[in-house]
Every structure is written in C-alpha cells, then in structure tokens.
C-alpha cells in the first residue's frame, strides 16, 4: 500500500529566506504528484502537478521536483513571505484508473515578518 | 474556473442521527470523491464515484455511504452518526479524462462535530 510521508510537520523561517519542503513515498508506480495549499479551516488549492515522466514543474516562486525511482519531491519557495504562511501537503496518484491521491499529513509553515 | 461547494461550513450532529453531507461542482466532472482530514493523518479517502449511481470504497468506507444520482451532485450519508466521526470533510472533483494531468479540485470543506 502507498505511504506518503512528509517531514517536518511543522517548519517556521524568517520573511526572505527559501523554503523547502518534502514528502516521500514508498511506491514509485505513480502517474503524477500533487502540491496542495490549505490555509486554516480551508479546503485545499492546488499549486503544481508533476507527472511522472516530468523531473519538475514551476509556477513563479515554486518550483517542484520529482524522483521517482527514489521516492522523493521536493517543493521549493522562493524568498518566503508571510502570505505563504499555510500547511502544504503533497498528494500521490495511484495506478489505478480512477485517479485516486494519497495524501500525506502535510506541512505547516510560519513565515515570519 | 471549476467551483465545488459543500452545503455547510460548520455542522453538529448528535450521536445516532443520520447526517447528510452533500456536495455540488459546476464544471460536469465524472469523477468525485470525499475524503476527511484528522490531524496528523491528512486526507484519507471514504468513497468516490466515477459516474452517477457508480461508486468506490475508499480506504476507510465502515459508517458511511453515499449517493450519486445525479452528475453534479455526490452526496455522503453517516448513517447513525459516532463520536469518531467528528471530523473535516473535504469534497473534490476532477474530469476522467484530463485526471492525470489536470489536479483535483476542493470544495472548501465541512467541520462536522459530533456530541
């Protein structure tokens, strides 16, 4: 079964400083990756998806990267601010038909001023 | 843009009763799917449904079904509501034939507590 693990679970950086965040997963028959945001007592909204013949994806200040044959992604946040203050949670599809994700626990960020 | 809406935000429930979570997306979506969020477990999956009136067990489907009878609406019933169900409960949507390459889309979530 898929296991999705992301470490830390908690993260707090200064306002300017890079980010970086990840999540592993313990089976590499994926079809693609998924970066999510959850701001408090939200649901969640989608930054990037990384398929799995992809090694990364960028969207502005984020860029991801996938290896699949280890089990790793890493998502990467250019000069921090506090608006990115949220949990982020990675998401892997499953290689069944019917586009399943398994979630990790996800990562809570504080950006302080 | 694609809008799911989950019709409450907040609800408390009394142990025993039926719940009804119901939940709507505007883009004509096959594919639907209702997870709940616990601390420090993250999302796990209850059911999906991949067109009206078909369904899936999830990973943890005990206490809960659902009902899809119509192609906007996915609607997920406890049906004699427990304690350990107090929970956020998370709706998505996503179209069957772009799902590997195109996310899945969140409605905004129901804090659901049970007394």
């Known amino acids: 079964k898929q296991e999705v693990t992301q470490i830390p679970a908690a993260l707090s950086v200064p306002e300017g400083e890079n980010l970086v965040l990840n999540c592993s997963f313990t089976d590499s028959a994926i079809y693609n990756l998924q970066w999510f945001r959850q701001d408090p007592g939200k649901g969640l909204t989608s930054l990037l998806l990384i398929q799995s013949s992809q090694r990364e994806q960028t969207s502005g200040r984020l860029n991801a990267s996938l290896d699949k044959s280890s089990g790793r992604s890493t998502l990467y946040i250019a000069a921090s601010q506090p608006g990115d203050s949220a949990t982020y949670l990675c998401a892997v599809m499953t290689t069944d038909s019917w586009g399943k994700l398994q979630f990790g626990a996800g990562t809570q960020v504080v950006v302080t001023p | 843009d694609v809008k799911v809406t989950q019709s409450s935000r907040y609800l408390v429930k009394r142990t025993g009763e039926k719940v009804f979570l119901e939940c709507v997306q505007d883009?004509?979506?096959?594919?639907m799917f209702w997870y709940r969020q616990d601390p420090g477990l993250g999302l796990r999956l209850i059911y999906f449904?991949?067109?009206?009136?078909?369904?899936e067990k999830g990973d943890i489907p005990e206490g809960y079904s659902v009902s899809r009878e119509k192609k906007e609406r996915f609607s997920l019933i406890l049906e004699s509501a427990s304690t350990n169900q107090t929970s956020m409960y998370l709706c998505?949507?996503?179209?069957?034939?772009?799902?590997?390459?195109?996310?899945?889309?969140f409605g905004d979530g129901t804090r659901l507590s049970i007394l």
């Open positions: 449904s991949y067109d009206v009136k078909m369904k």
């Open positions: 883009m004509d979506h096959e594919n």
């Open positions: 998505a949507s996503t179209s069957r034939d772009s799902r590997f390459y195109q996310p899945q889309h």
